[in-house]
């Protein structure tokens, strides 16, 4: 299963690398293209054009870089900010776990829509900002999480029983607690992308990223928005929709894959 | 409190010299906890006093049980033995020398093994990696023949009894049966040539079946390499099969120590007696069972501190003594009743200065 | 009549990595008033007969057999009459009492509802009864209305054991009830099912691995090994007269106070208990055995009559055995 999930990622990035090679850049200029409008699939344009003429494959193809690099990207910056205050709040306690859980609780109830427009147009619309935007607002789960796995962790006899043989607290998390959250960071990890790749949509959409580029969210934005449910014209939203739900699901079964590999418990059976 | 076994006497093997190790007048609190709800309401918490002042030492080459009911403080006491909590006071010395700041070179020599042999070994690690974790903590292996980590492992296991070891070094504990599983996490403690074991509850989530023969691996390194063993145990079968020494706790102090056959056939303390009782013997249908719950550390009653629930001040036998008034206000400490037999009772005192005829009623049966 | 009577009970767990055999054909008789203890390892199929008694197995598992509880076959019952065996007509204790209760019920309401899901009593009826099932068990009637977190664990297995006799089943099954408690707490919890059992004449399943606690409490007592019952017979009688050598080993393993041959000597049984899928050959004990011979790892033995009082032993070495099995001492 993991297998599968990996092909599906590398076939996505593999098109995404090579999109400039397998469809011209001129498919997504409104004003180059020349194409019927809200065509349903046809020898010329496999799965259909827009509003504007546009084919939806190449949108999708040309959607798929913007979006797994975003989805990528952020999920990085979440992961490393979330299992690092993460792991030590649960593991230092006290005074340091509760100052940083206070921290994380603010960034948890802080609209992070506001936050995300106050941290772009200080940064200027970019994808980085988009990047950065996602990865600042979406770590606060991860680090609830992993805190919540280390504090049980760390009252294995396990653990303790390195501490009694005279192990470092270095020794303890690198060989005892970060290969046992390992787990919950990589099923952290799958949820993040996925809303990573819809939160790049929805801040597109306000103009926060760069509106020139299509993304899969931005695609199924705009079908939205020009109403392709009601127009009949289903082509516009299922490539990119299922686009996402593909590279979700390829994560998922990765996450599960890598707990098979790195869990001997179940590696055996 | 009185010092406990300080003098030497020739008759216990190996009292002339420094003890191994060596616990003084140590003392652990926990700070109560409280809910939202009482916190509000202006209820002050409390603190429980696991350990309250315990003197302890462990000789070269013996077998000392610390024994108690759950609750009692045993646990806590092996624990700040090993500096895994922090005592509030008192100190515990390593052949003679006081524990400083930096625990390593003493985290080497004095090794613990633990209840739950399944939780102590990380399921994600191999059981060589788990042999050898010491080792690589503490840079043992100088990599000459004889010494390379890989033979340290193998002899720590066989020693350990899994023969031949190689063919347990790349297995997982979940491969591993339940017995098997403790004497890895003995084999762990043995790579690093330790001088003292300090064993919590080592056998009780075990088998019966498989209990003695555990024991009976400790018992060897003893005898084969005058290892140390402080055995925290509710089990006083169990400290009556390998036991030289046996301490009783009750509420974070001990109540009476002294040597095995001693303790456990001609009981001083009512306590000692009382657990005495509860351990299952046939035909012992109608034995007299403690009434009430496990004592709570966060109120601890004035006098002595088992006078609550004592049956020999229920009985009235105290009265007759009259030392029930002392029993209720007095608190007290050991006092060496018998040679090497320490106890902290007013009655036993009274009945051991009568005379060393001990009367029936002392003795177990 | 028996209140319990297995017979020729086999069960076999079904899983990924094939069958498991956990009980490989045992007879059970339990009398009115009587306690039988069912003692062994982990692993050795106690805990599975308990749950096959009140066919709490998993889907799939496959029984073979016969149990018959107050003249009824227990593996024949469907629906209703199932769900109504369980607890009026056997219950259960288990080990895991700090778990078992719902902590955010009061335990006067857990207790009431195995007798209003019965239909034994009413609301109000119930919660008469459910007083004096505490009082019973050792609880001031006042705890009703408590939350299990305000009571201790051996108060909670108090209320299980509560639990156990709300419908007045006429057998109760102890699966390793006092396992998890504390010694002192261990001696006040069997002191109230043994004054119970007693009082009320109760058929009771005693199952642990503890033999001494089993020696208590138990009249007759079944050892099993690798799925079978290896011997059994009066408790006083196999405790101190062992004809198996396995339960010679465990009953080795409980040394008694003041005896001077226990001291320096744990004894225990050497290897460990064998896995249910790979049962060695013949006699399943004879690779741990210390008085094996040649014909253990081909003959299987039965249980023969091992002396007075309907004793039995699934050993070789009893008298007649090799000439009832057929086998001949090369």
């Avoid at chain 1, 509760?98 to 603010?106: E, F, K, P, Q, S």
């Avoid at chain 1, 760069?210 to 939203?237: K, Q």
């Avoid at chain 2, 000692?272 to 004592?295: I, M, Q």
């Avoid at chain 3, 009140?54 to 469907?78: A, F, S």
Wanted: charged share 20%.
């Amino acid at each position: 299963m993991g297998m599968i999930g990996l092909y599906i990622l590398i076939i996505f990035t593999a098109i995404a690398i090579f999109a400039p090679l397998i469809a011209s850049s001129r498919g997504l200029d409104p004003t180059l293209v020349n194409g019927p409008i809200l065509a349903g699939p046809s020898l010329h344009y496999p799965l259909g054009t827009d509003d504007l003429g546009r084919s939806i494959l190449t949108m999708t193809i040309w959607g798929s870089r913007i979006s797994l690099l975003v989805g990528f990207m952020a999920t990085i910056i979440t992961m490393v900010i979330g299992s690092l205050i993460g792991i030590v709040a649960g593991y230092r306690g006290t005074w340091m776990d509760a100052a940083l859980m206070r921290v994380t609780d603010w960034f948890l109830v802080i609209p992070w829509l506001a936050l995300a427009i106050v941290l772009a147009s200080i940064l200027g619309p970019s994808l980085i900002t988009i990047i950065v935007v996602i990865g600042v607002t979406s770590w606060p789960s991860t680090a609830r999480v992993v805190r919540a796995q280390v504090l049980t962790l760390k009252e294995r006899p396990y653990v303790e029983r390195a501490r009694a043989l005279g192990a470092s607290d270095w020794h303890l998390i690198t060989r005892h607690i970060l290969p046992n959250v390992f787990p919950v960071i990589f099923a952290n990890t799958i949820l993040v992308v996925a809303i990573a790749i819809l939160s790049e949509t929805t801040l597109s959409f306000l103009g926060l990223g760069d509106p020139l580029r299509a993304s899969w969210g931005s695609i199924l934005e705009a079908a939205y928005d020009a109403g392709a449910t009601s127009l009949g014209a289903w082509w516009w939203l299922v490539a990119p929709g299922l686009a996402i739900v593909l590279v979700v699901l390829a994560f998922t079964m990765c996450g599960y894959a890598l707990d098979d590999i790195l869990n001997p418990r179940i590696r055996e059976r | 409190m009185s010092d406990v076994d300080v003098q030497p006497s020739e008759r216990q093997p190996g009292s002339d010299q420094v003890p191994v190790l060596e616990v003084r007048d140590l003392e652990v609190n926990f700070a109560g906890r409280l809910g939202l709800l009482s916190g509000l309401i202006g209820r002050k918490s409390r603190d429980a006093r696991a350990v309250d002042g315990v003197d302890l030492t462990l000789r070269r080459g013996e077998v000392l049980a610390l024994a108690g009911e759950s609750g009692c403080g045993k646990t806590t006491t092996a624990r700040a033995i090993m500096g895994l909590i922090q005592p509030d006071a008192g100190q515990i010395l390593f052949e003679g020398k006081r524990l400083g700041r930096d625990l390593r070179s003493y985290r080497r020599r004095v090794q613990m093994v633990f209840q739950d042999p399944t939780g102590s070994l990380n399921p994600r690690q191999t059981i060589y990696e788990i042999v050898a974790e010491g080792l690589r903590i503490h840079n043992v292996s100088t990599g000459e023949p004889g010494h390379t980590e890989e033979e340290l492992v193998s002899r720590a296991l066989s020693r350990a009894g899994m023969r031949p070891p190689e063919r347990f070094f790349l297995l997982y504990p979940h491969e591993l049966s339940g017995g098997q599983r403790q004497r890895v996490v003995i084999a762990g403690a043995l790579a690093l040539d330790p001088e003292v074991i300090v064993a919590d509850e080592p056998v009780s989530n075990l088998d019966a079946s498989v209990r003695g023969e555990i024991l009976r691996l400790l018992l060897q390194l003893r005898d084969t390499l005058q290892i140390s063993i402080l055995i925290v145990t509710h089990d006083l079968g169990l400290a009556w099969t390998v036991a030289d020494r046996v301490a009783v706790m009750y509420l974070g102090r001990i109540v009476e120590i002294g040597p095995a056959e001693q303790v456990l056939t001609r009981p001083m303390h009512p306590y000692t007696r009382a657990l005495l009782d509860v351990v299952p013997e046939a035909g012992g249908v109608d034995r007299p069972v403690l009434a009430g719950e496990p004592p709570d550390p966060t109120n601890i009653p004035p006098g002595c501190r088992f006078h609550p629930r004592c049956p020999a001040l229920a009985s009235g036998e105290s009265a007759r003594a009259a030392v029930d008034g002392a029993c209720r206000t007095e608190d007290l400490g050991l006092d060496e009743l018998r040679p090497q037999h320490f106890a902290a009772c007013h009655l036993a005192s009274v009945v051991a200065s009568e005379g060393d005829r001990a009367p029936a009623t002392t003795d177990r049966a | 009549m028996s209140v319990l009577s297995a017979r020729d009970l086999h069960v076999t767990y079904r899983t990924q990595g094939g069958d498991v055999p956990a009980v490989r054909g045992v007879d059970l008789e339990i009398e009115r008033g009587q306690v039988l203890g069912l003692a062994g390892e982990s692993g050795c199929g106690k805990s599975t007969i308990a749950a096959a008694l009140l066919r709490l197995l998993p889907r799939g598992t496959r029984v073979t057999g016969q149990i018959v509880l107050d003249g009824e076959d227990v593996l024949k019952m469907q629906g209703r009459r199932l769900r109504a065996v369980r607890w009026t007509g056997a219950s259960i204790v288990f080990q895991g009492a700090m778990h078992a209760l719902n902590p955010v019920r009061r335990i006067g309401d857990q207790i009431a509802e195995a007798l209003t899901i019965h239909a034994v009593a009413r609301e109000r009826e119930a919660r008469v009864r459910v007083g004096q099932l505490l009082e019973q068990v050792g609880l001031p009637p006042r705890r009703i209305d408590d939350y299990p977190h305000e009571l201790s664990g051996g108060q909670k297995q108090r209320v299980m054991i509560a639990m156990a006799l709300a419908c007045s089943p006429s057998l109760v099954i102890a699966d390793e009830p006092t396992t998890a408690l504390d010694v002192m707490v261990q001696a006040q919890v069997l002191s109230v099912l043994k004054e119970l059992q007693r009082d009320l004449g109760l058929a009771m399943l005693f199952i642990t691995h503890d033999l001494s606690v089993l020696v208590e409490v138990s009249d007759k007592l079944a050892v099993m090994y690798a799925g079978k019952i290896v011997e059994d017979g009066p408790t006083n009688d196999v405790f101190f007269d062992p004809k198996h050598p396995y339960t010679k080993a465990l009953a080795a393993a409980f040394p008694q106070i003041g005896d001077a041959r226990f001291r320096g000597h744990p004894s225990g049984l050497g290897g460990d208990p064998p896995d249910p899928q790979q049962i060695p050959s013949g006699c399943p004990f004879h690779p741990r055995c210390d008085f094996a011979f040649d014909a253990c790892p081909t003959l299987v033995p039965d249980l023969y009559p091992a002396g007075e009082n309907g004793r039995r032993a699934a050993c070789l070495l009893v008298e007649g055995a090799l000439a009832a099995s057929g086998g001949v001492r090369r």
